[in-house]
């Protein structure tokens, strides 16, 4: 991975509503009730993560991760 960015998995919860994004690579993990706030929460979660003696990422990417389910 490199350092200039930094990719979350993101998911929606079907059941209650809302998002969950993991960093790949880096124990950062946020939820937000929409896409607008899950963007907003993933930026803070980063820069309190990454302190002045780390690298930071220049690029954050969201991976948006759909389930969906077929009935046979």
Excluded: C, W
Excluded at 2 to 13: K, L, M, R
Excluded at 14 to 41: M, P
């Amino acid at each position: 991975m490199s350092g200039t960015e930094i990719i979350f998995e993101v998911t929606e919860d079907e059941v209650d509503g809302g998002y969950s994004a993991s960093a790949l690579g880096h124990g950062i993990h946020t939820q937000g009730d929409s896409i607008e706030e899950i963007r907003s929460n993933v930026k803070e979660a980063v820069d309190s993560y990454f302190d002045d003696t780390m690298e930071r990422p220049k690029l954050i990417r969201l991976y948006f991760v759909r389930d969906e389910v077929l009935v046979a």
